[in-house]
């Protein structure tokens, strides 16, 4: 059963990890961003670290943004699909292939919901590596 809106990489959990594997890369990567990027003591001259860290910031903001607004649309389409499978089976219980489906989609909507909790460490770690390198050259917003 195709899922409300047609966004292929909900309907296949594995796709849908791998999208945010990819999209994770910015996080991944900020440990050697901010060695390439933020200058030692004796470099500081050089590089405007200031502007440097407020692009990381912005960066970093935009991407766990749209991750988070990816899961949890792939979380409403699948408890869509869950609610749906539902009520189908009220109205047809003798209906194996149904609980099949059921129950496949529970488990993927499990899953998604554990990569909020991914989704939350992986954020965590990388705004503790970016206010270690850059709280002396740029302050964010209190939003944050």
């Known amino acids: 059963m195709a899922a409300p809106g047609g966004a292929g990489s909900c309907e296949d959990f594995a796709e849908f990890q791998e999208f945010l594997r990819v999209m994770r890369t ?4 900020i440990v050697h961003e901010l060695n390439t990027t933020i200058p030692t003591a004796s470099f500081a001259g050089k590089i405007d670290a200031s502007q440097t860290c407020k ?5 970093l903001m935009d991407a766990h943004t749209s991750r988070e607004r990816i899961i949890k649309n792939c979380i409403a389409q699948t408890s869509s699909v869950v609610k749906t499978l539902r009520e189908e089976r009220e109205k047809a219980q003798d209906d194996t292939a149904l609980l099949k489906q059921l129950r496949k989609e529970q488990t993927k909507l499990k899953l998604m ?3 909020l909790n991914v989704e ?3 954020n965590d770690r990388s705004w503790k590596v970016f ?3 850059c709280r002396i050259h740029y302050k964010p ?4």
């Open 26 to 29: 910015i996080d991944d990567r």
């Open 113 to 115: 919901q554990s990569e």
């Open 120 to 122: 939350e460490v992986v």
């Open 141 to 144: 917003p209190k939003s944050q």
């Open 55 to 59: 692009e990381l910031y912005q960066s």
């Open 131 to 133: 206010n270690e390198r």
